[in-house]
């Protein structure tokens, strides 16, 4: 194995493109180091990208944000501009493992580990965020929902790699919520998970709702009949009523050693509508 | 496959080594560098045992390449007591019995200095989450959380 | 003669006897007893078995005096984590 | 050694709480772990596991392994003679598969290399011809007579037939009328539980460090809870004298018995004998888990008779346990523990211990009480709910007390379990108010404690100062405690006394560190080794003064004359006698040894409160409170660590930590990510109740305290979750899948 820290972009995907063998980018390491290390992959190339310029950064970027591909959960969590629009997706990332983790995890790290249960990506999903690809033909911007596609899967080439995250602007009444279910209150991988993005109108009607689920299909799904439960209504009892029954009919689910299919449509659906009643009174809906 | 010079600060020593390029943080302070306060308990991040600083970011040793602390600075149980002047921390944790068998101790007291560094008034929830990536099977963490809440209030008043 | 409780699933080594009596001044002399009176205790005897005396569970003690009114118990060996 | 008749005396250092003697290297990360030591020339071991649950190994080839550059040894079974001995042969055959591959992570064979890599590269390369066979984890169908037979020919002579062959034992206990008993109740319960493996789930993996030379003499450097169990064990299946094997114990880091068995210790020996050079084998976590021993897992019945005013009439309880891959005998303490509490006319307790191709269980605090008892006592909370009594008062009202014939059969002398349950009574939380979802859940726990085979030596130098020596690992403070009593004993300032843990050449056999055992036997020891320094100091003042030794007593640390018939002396102290010792005879120093009895058995209540989600079916635990006779505590500070650490060990088992094996019989969670220990922030505050009723069998009263705290938990939390949920949950661990499912079957 050979282990590169490349200082530009363009080196990176060098470096990639010329690699004939297996090569993993390394931003936070929280899971390349595992794989490694357990000889689930014996890579050829580890890319280090956290010494090229602006992967470390966080920029204001027309309302919203540019959220570098190495910014740690700690780096993000201390960011009270992103904390302030996109709470949601804050507490999706800082929810990932312990302390120790959120030193190191990275929301790209998180989306192209590729797993359904990735805490970050269904409060990404929900946001509607996007994410800059670089690669031998330079680079372009694509939404998050089109990098996951199966377990361990992306859609990304084999010499290609995410650079930024950019979440989008945000009109005034408007929030969003990440909420999961771990067996204990630290350090599990999510058994099923919701995050919640919603738009209110003035009188707390609810214009635009985003919802997605984690761990309750092969990728993080995004459930548009959810989300149509919500629209035009108050979130009242029988709106989330709706959500709940949408949310559970959208779950796919697998019995595994962290739970059953019987659990995780049930707790998706409570995690939906506990998420979507936080997303609605941080964007200032009253019912 | 060769190996790595590497050059960084370990509790403000300037050292260097060799490594290879797959090896941990962890692997090279306690085989190149001799320095074996940090502790293998799980090699996956789940046990908070090799717990250090990596520019005052607390991570496991386990999940970080050796190679990639090239120019950065470490941070140890080693580092923790000033000559033999024992960290507050260090202090109540002995006065606490906040440890029995010991092993998770570096790894937590690394982290609980993390910690107070950052938020001097932490109350008890916030110790135990911070501290919920630091695995101790003996004490129940509940001398563990009196002695860092103890050291807090006594770094306040001095 | 001391009067000694045997635990139920070696009762069928004892002809269903709940308690037996035997001569001993000692536990090592009981267990000597015991093993000839009633051959079928014999394995259990080597794997091992501790002797609840008055009370208190004794471990590889031979020699512990055994007075004839001695609450006797014979038990599996124990042992802790 | 019986309680002295001065147990009323004034403790001067006996229960306080000075700082532990090792305290400053643990802090330091000075203390060197089993992992933590190095030698030159080291070569680095690994060890390949079997993948298969169940597997005949037709064939091992070594050869392209061995042809790996730097790969110095290769071990397997074949290395190893038969031992002579069955429990031995079970050691052996689980630190190396003879034969049959029995479990999955069993291990198969063994590399020593001089890299990391090379020693990696070379297990890869060892071709393994396996014959997969049918496995069976589960303990109620390995009973089955169909089910696949992990070993033949290990059942014994009194288990009966129609079971499988994996059945290896059968108990029973009891006394009384059971069904005249069951007659008489008003209310009786007949209820399944089903508990599942857990693991010790030390931090420290095991490790070790072993040099053997062409003389055969050998030197063994490891974590473990009895380094002379190690040493005897490890020359057995080496075919050496025990003199000539040395065992050091490094500092442990955590046990609660799973580190009193080797693992990879014979096999590092064996890799040193035949490259010539040290190896290091150090286990991964994921290796702990697959290939040490886990806790039994268990199915049980339990059927309880009550009256209408909460007198129990009848109990019965039927045990199955399975204890992995080898005969195991830990359904015994189970079947004697379950209804230790009560004081019961008619009580039935039977056991199965039952093989599968699961890894070799390994003792766990207490080892087989808390399931058992967990399942009594969640039938004793129901009938309480039936009944609308409280749980505390029927507990009281049933207790066994001095006279009580126990339900393992000797009288009970005195106990402490009347004590501990007033305690609780009497405690602000057990009257404290409950919300919605919340309830309040109790258990009684015991467990028998023992004494065993310990070694002390006390030296007095000459500068006034003591240096005890002992040989069982400090696993949580005993450097402390077994130094505070040579200071009390001698009369001396703690300060002067410093206690070494030593190695296997320096001492006489003493047993592992489990049992409860330390403080109280060691404590034991120690005491009667000062008292054996004392005399001999008594003996030079005696000299000194010219009169006669008889005339000499020993109070506050110095020589005094008995009286004024004896003479006009100034104290002479031990410092002064010390300083002449040379003078006067030789240097001055007390041992020890004895195979300690009087342990007593230990009593402990705890009292819990949890909120259910009932949306999620997820616990919280919100109050703990423990309430635990430790005889006397001598450093009370530890004692409540261990009463806390036990009670969370009980809580994670209650709630959330499990072996997961799959269809393929394989482990599934094998890490700390899916084998949920309690992390700091799942918890609350655990409160100790230290109730000091001396034991009779210690001259300062002491009694162990280490494994008792675990066996409450289980039943306690079961009572509260099932209290607050609404219905009785029955199976561990009560995991939100599970509560949910609960829940949710009672209200559809």
Redesign the interface.
């Known amino acids: 194995m050979r282990f590169e820290s490349p200082t530009t972009v363009q080196d990176a995907v060098g470096l990639l493109a010329a690699e004939t063998g297996l090569s993993r980018l390394l931003a936070g390491g929280t899971d390349v180091l595992v794989q490694l290390r357990s000889g689930f992959v014996e890579p050829d190339l580890v890319v280090d990208i956290k010494r090229i310029a602006g992967m470390r950064d966080v920029v204001p970027e027309g309302g919203g944000y540019r959220i570098g591909a190495a910014v740690s959960g700690a780096e993000l969590g201390a960011h009270d501009g992103v904390r302030g629009l996109w709470p949601g997706v804050v507490e999706a990332l800082e929810l990932i493992g312990s302390t120790q983790i959120q030193g190191r995890a990275t929301l790209a790290g998180n989306l192209c580990n590729g797993s359904p249960a990735a805490d970050s990506v269904p409060a990404m999903f929900a946001a509607d965020a996007r994410v800059t690809v670089a690669g031998p033909g330079g680079e372009r911007t694509v939404p998050v929902m089109s990098i996951p596609v199966g377990p361990g899967k992306t859609s990304l080439a084999r010499s290609e790699f995410i650079t930024a995250i950019h979440l989008p602007a945000r009109p005034d009444r408007s929030s969003d919520a990440y909420l999961r279910f771990i067996p204990r209150t630290e350090m599990d991988i999510a058994v099923a998970s919701a995050g919640v993005s919603l738009e209110l109108e003035p009188d707390g009607t609810c214009r635009a709702a985003r919802v997605a689920l984690g761990a309750v299909a092969p990728t993080v799904v995004l459930v548009e009949d959810a989300a149509a439960a919500l629209v035009g209504t108050r979130l009242e009892e029988g709106d989330l009523k709706t959500l709940a029954e949408a949310c559970s009919a959208a779950c796919n689910p697998i019995d595994d050693k962290r739970g059953t299919i019987e659990f995780r449509r049930d707790v998706a659906a409570v995690l939906a509508r506990r998420a979507a009643l936080i997303a609605y009174e941080r964007a200032g809906g009253t019912q | 496959m060769s190996r790595i010079h590497v050059n960084t600060s370990v509790n403000g020593d300037a050292l260097d080594f060799l490594c290879e390029p797959n090896e941990t943080l962890l692997d090279a302070l306690r085989n190149r560098l001799g320095l074996t306060g940090a502790k293998e308990g799980c090699g996956t991040g789940d046990c908070g045992a090799c717990s250090v600083t990596l520019d005052g970011s607390l991570v496991c040793a386990c999940l970080v390449l050796a190679a990639e602390t090239e120019g950065r600075e470490v941070g140890t149980v080693e580092g923790l007591a000033d000559g033999d002047h024992l960290h507050p921390l260090q202090e109540k944790f002995l006065e606490h019995a906040a440890l029995q068998c010991g092993v998770c101790t570096p790894g937590i007291l690394v982290a609980a200095k993390a910690l107070l560094d950052r938020n001097p008034d932490p109350d008890e929830t916030e110790v135990r989450y911070w501290l919920a990536g630091n695995l101790c099977r003996c004490t129940g963490y509940d001398k563990i959380i009196r002695a860092v809440l103890d050291t807090a209030a006594d770094l306040r008043e001095a | 003669m001391v009067k000694v409780t045997i635990w139920g699933s070696l009762q069928s080594a004892t002809d269903g006897a709940e308690a037996v009596e035997v001569e001993a001044r000692t536990t090592r002399e009981l267990l000597d007893r015991l093993a000839e009176a009633y051959p079928g205790l014999k394995p259990q005897i080597e794997r091992g078995v501790s002797v609840a005396i008055d009370g208190e569970i004794y471990r590889d003690a031979w020699f512990t005096p055994i007075r004839a009114d001695s609450e006797v118990i014979l038990m599996p060996y124990m042992a802790g984590g | 050694m019986s309680l002295d008749e001065s147990s009323r005396r004034i403790f001067k250092i006996v229960g306080t ?1 000075p ?2 003697p ?12 089993g ?2 030591m190095t030698a030159p020339g080291m070569l680095v071991g690994h060890i390949l596991r079997s993948p298969h649950a169940h597997a005949r190994i037709r064939s091992i080839d070594t050869a392209a392994a061995m042809a790996v550059d730097g790969v110095k040894a290769i071990v397997t079974a074949a290395d190893f003679a038969a031992a002579d001995d069955p429990d031995l042969q079970d050691i052996l055959d689980n630190c190396m598969a003879r034969g049959k591959a029995l479990y999955d992570g069993h291990a198969i064979a063994a590399v020593a290399a001089t890299t990391d ?1 090379a020693a ?1 590269l070379a297990l890869k390369l060892i071709a393994v011809d396996y014959d997969v066979l049918p496995h069976v984890t589960d303990v109620d169908d390995a009973m089955q007579p169909d089910a696949p037979v992990v070993q033949s020919g290990r059942a ?3 288990v009966p037939p129609g079971l499988s062959e994996n059945v290896t034992t ?6 009384g009328d059971l069904e005249a008993g069951f007659a008489r109740a008003d209310k009786v319960i007949e209820r399944q539980f089903r508990t599942a493996a857990t693991h ?6 095991h490790a070790c460090l072993a040099t053997m030379g062409p003389d055969g003499k050998a030197d063994l450097w490891c974590c473990t809870q009895g380094q002379y169990m190690v040493r005897n064990t490890c020359a057995a299946l080496l075919g050496m004298d025990s003199s000539q094997l040395r065992v050091t114990a490094s ?8 580190k ?1 068995t080797v693992f990879i210790e014979p096999v590092a020996l064996m890799l040193s004998k035949k490259s010539g050079r040290p190896v290091k084998i ?1 286990m ?3 290796e702990v888990f697959r290939a040490t021993g886990p806790t039994i897992s268990s199915s049980s019945d339990i059927k309880i008779g009550m009256t209408a005013d909460g007198r129990i009439t009848a109990g019965l309880a039927r045990l199955r346990y399975q204890g992995g891959a080898f005969p195991c ?1 830990t359904v ?2 189970g079947a ?1 523990s379950a209804f230790a509490a009560y004081d019961l006319d008619a009580v ?1 307790t ?1 056991g199965w211990s039952v093989m599968t191709n699961r890894p070799k269980e ?6 087989g009480a808390p399931m058992a008892i967990y399942a009594v006592e969640s039938v004793v909370d129901e009938l309480c709910q039936h009944f609308g009594l409280d749980p505390l008062d029927v507990r009281l009202k049933n207790a066994a007390r001095k006279g009580t014939r126990s339900s ?6 005195e106990i402490g379990l009347m004590a501990t349950l007033n305690a609780a009574k009497e405690h602000a939380h057990y009257s404290a108010p409950l919300g919605p979802n919340q309830g309040r859940g109790l258990s009684c726990g015991f ?4 004494g ?1 085979d310990t070694c002390v030596s006390l030296n007095i130098n000459a500068d006034g100062t003591v240096g005890v020596t002992e040989g069982n690992p400090d ?3 005993s450097r402390a405690s077994i130094g505070m009593m040579a200071a009390e004993e001698l009369g001396i300032p703690l300060d002067k006394v410093r206690t070494t843990v030593t190695d296997t050449n320096s001492l006489g056999y003493n047993d592992v560190t ?4 330390v403080t109280f036997a060691v404590g034991l020891a120690t005491i009667k080794a000062a008292r054996a320094a004392i005399d001999e100091m008594c003996r030079r003042a005696a000299l000194i003064w010219g009169i006669d030794e008889d005339a000499v007593v020993w109070e506050d640390g110095a020589a005094r004359p008995s009286g004024p018939n004896a003479g006009d002396f100034d104290p002479l102290s031990l410092a002064d006698i010390a300083a002449r010792s040379s003078e006067t005879g030789g240097p001055i120093a007390g041992h020890h040894e004895v ?1 300690a ?4 058995v230990s009593f402990g209540v705890h009292l819990v409160d949890v909120e259910v989600d009932p ?4 616990v919280k635990v919100l109050r703990y409170s423990i309430f635990q006779d430790a005889g006397k505590a001598v ?1 009370p ?2 004692v ?3 009463m ?6 009980g809580i994670g088992w209650a ?2 930590e499990e072996y ?1 094996y799959g269809d393929d019989g394989r482990l ?2 094998p ?4 084998y ?8 609350p ?2 409160e100790p109740v230290i109730l000091e009723i001396p034991n009779p ?1 210690h001259p300062y009263g002491v009694r162990g305290v280490g ?1 008792t705290p675990i066996v409450p938990p289980l039943a306690a939390i079961a009572n509260a979750v099932s209290r607050a949920a609404g219905v009785r949950l029955t199976e561990l661990p009560m ?3 599970r509560v ?2 609960a829940i ?1 079957a009672t209200s559809a």
């Open positions: 709480r700082v532990r090792d305290g400053v290297d643990k802090v330091t990360g000075r203390a060197l772990y992992a933590d890599k990696r014994e002579e009194n059968y108990v029973a206990f009891g006394h010790q789930g030390y931090i420290e993996p500092e442990i880091g955590g046990g609660f018995g799973g009193t150090v991964s976590r994921s005998g015994s303490f004697q039935a039977e390994a003792a766990y605090r207490a080892p393992y059969g000797p009288t009970f002398n467990w028998f404690n023992f065993g696993i949580g403070g489990d049992g409860s055992r195979n009895d009087g342990a007593g949306e999620l079916g997820s450093h500070s530890y409540e660590g261990q806390q650490g036990g009670a969370v060990q709630l959330n997961i599934q969670n890490g700390f990510l899916d949920r220990v309690p992390v700091a922030s799942d918890l505050m655990i069998g494994e995991s939100p899948p949910l499912k949710k």
